[in-house]
């Protein structure tokens, strides 16, 4: 026995060093659980996927239980209740030289070091063991459902077999019926980081955006400057709209391709490499959770029973104390704590039935949780406040593709941008000339969407055009520079219009009275600005102006003089047409004061204010314009001072300012119907608010 209690140990030692080799896992001693010191705060809950309660199993029974996926648990054979069984020469006799595992799954691993195992049993599950001899470092061996197959010493004698890992590979049952998704908590998702290193739970608030802690992308939760943007360290992969993982039918597996930490909590937005449809979000809550109130803990994370649950599980907590960063909940009345893998998990309030995320699970002491130290009493749990950082998460929303159009509204002399997300919801408004660039005040602007980025062309209190470009992810990829110097002088600047054509960018602007065009390439170089003439003019006193790219590459320009609509186009080849009269198609009985033209799938809109108040809208098909109706009749008895449009899939989209300080959004789709009018909140925006254009995603 002295030799063969010695062999076990040699055999152990082995293991562990093969089980680092093949797996990639470092296999180090740790403390017992039921004497490790408490920590000076509590433990983040991010599941790492080492056994629970591992040292004292070692302790009591000398087996050896690295890791796994919680579909493989160790259990008591004497209640019968197993699918697999070892035959294994183990120092606790009373256990009859056997040893029991539960997977009630189809799949699972697990991580282990059972030396002198001789004999694997299987029942109702195939699996496939990777083991250790003195004849082969490291062998599989596949045992089907319901059979048995001798390893080590029964086939050996001298070949000894240490067991390293099991995986079901297969059930020859039945499993129980998946669980449906329940709707309303369809937004919880699962992370798993790492192939199996790390994992944590998730919240989706936007159909391209997951929140969840910060700890989880770190081998260090308590520094979570490790955390930085851009893509995670480790594969992520995010299963969403399952609240029973096994249920396979329901929801996506999407990987998480980008990280956007959050500067002073436990906090990440976690952007999905696809968007999902069909999950509705969780909607942030804006106010404050209070002592005393009762909220909702969601998790896929540990139970007092189970370690890798396939189920989210709900429990009720009630908020303590409550800081700028935090909130500190303890579990109600016969509730269960917060525990491993159940960072980032929501913690909800329901409002008139419907779910506000109002923090976001970070720490907690996890007494009474599965593994955690027997002397571990506390159960309280610190989490991340959500619900004062919104516009933290709506900047972070739009930095993907999503958004239904971006709006620069002119108030006085400056120039304020904001994201309209595919929600309805729109981003705070950014101060453009405090992040690209102080231009002297704003006098007019224009702006275009060319694939992801938004182009700016304008009029400083300079006299000058500048020009500036927004990229996707919120990041000026340029700040303003002056065209005229970079291109010519154009004199005195009154009207600037843009738009794309494809790749390039064609800018038209009236200076002196005359009317001028360049072209910006997909390459970024600039054709110089040239005066439109011959054909196409030119007019005199041009008072508004706006321009629209058309399906085969003509750019149509639509200008007010004198009170009247005038219209020409570029062809694709760079000729101009003719200016020509749009008064009889326009029908207006005022002078008009306002223009705006935009594509619409194969047609253009042009839409005008007049100055008795009327707007009218027109549709260019087959050469020429014809009455379309009057917005009037959409926006009601508005007085407006400008108008703007702009494309989003097959609509138009128009803007209105109004001369009670606000602005109209509303569109025409392409059966002629309209949407109804929608107010901008601009309350956030300082001054008078002068105009507004819009621009759409392509």
Known sequence: MTSRAHARGLFAAAAALVLAGVTGWTVAPTASADTTPAPAAAPATVETFSYPDAQRILAERGITLTRGDGGITLTDCADGNYQIKL?????????????????????????????????IHTYDRSIRASLSTNQQPVETVDVAANTSKGIGQSIDPNAPAVVLELRVTGSSTALPTPQPTDPKLAFAAKLNIG?????CTATLVDRSWLLT????????????????????????????????????????????????????RDLVMA?????????????????????????????????????????????????????TTGVDTTPAAGQAPICQGDAGAPVIREVNGKSELVAVSSRSWQGGCLGAPVAETRTDAFNSRVDNIASWVQQT??????????????????????????????????????????????????TAGINTSTHIIALGGDGHLHYAIRNLDGIWAQRFVDLNIALNDLGNITQVSISPIGDNLHVVVVADDFLFHTVRNGAGQWSGFGVVTDAAGPLKGITSISAAGAAGGDLHIAAVSGGKIYHTLRNAAGSWGAWGSVADAAGATAPVTA??????????????????????????????????????????NVIGTSISAAPFDTDAQFAIATTDNKVLLTARHADGTWAAPETLNLTSIPGNHTGTMITSSL
């Open 271 to 323: 952007r999905l490499a696809t968007p999902v449809d069909g999950i509705n979000p969780a909607v942030l809550s804006t106010a404050a959770p209070t002592a005393g109130e009762s909220l909702r803990a969601l998790g896929f994370g540990r139970t007092v029973t189970d370690w890798v649950p396939t189920k989210l599980h709900t429990n009720t907590h009630i908020a303590g104390v409550i800081t």
């Open 195 to 199: 192939n199996g290193k790390r994992a």
């Open 87 to 119: 035959g294994a020469i183990t120092p606790d006799k009373t256990d009859g030289d056997v040893v029991c595992f539960k997977a009630p799954g189809a799949s699972g691993y697990l991580a282990l070091s059972i030396p002198d195992a001789y004999r």
């Open 213 to 264: 802690a910060a700890s989880c992308f770190t081998d260090t939760p308590d520094n979570l400057s490790t955390v930085t943007a851009g893509a995670p360290k480790d594969k992520t992969t995010a299963t969403i709209g399952r609240t029973d993982l096994t249920n396979t039918t329901a929801g996506a597996v999407i990987d998480v391709v980008e990280l956007v930490p959050h500067q002073d």
């Open 595 to 636: 223009v705006a033209i935009s594509r619409q799938s194969l047609d253009l809109n042009l839409a005008f204010i007049a100055s008795d108040g009327q707007y009218h809208t027109l549709r260019w098909a087959n050469g020429s314009w014809q009455p379309v109706a009057s917005l009037g009749g959409v926006i009601g």
């Open 397 to 446: 929303r739009a930095k993907s593709l999503g958004w239904k159009t971006q709006a620069l509204v002119r108030s006085d002399d400056n120039l304020y941008f904001a994201t309209r997300l595919y929600d309805g919801s729109w981003t705070p408004y950014e101060d453009v000339q405090a992040a690209a660039g102080n231009i002297g005040g704003v006098r007019a602007v224009a």
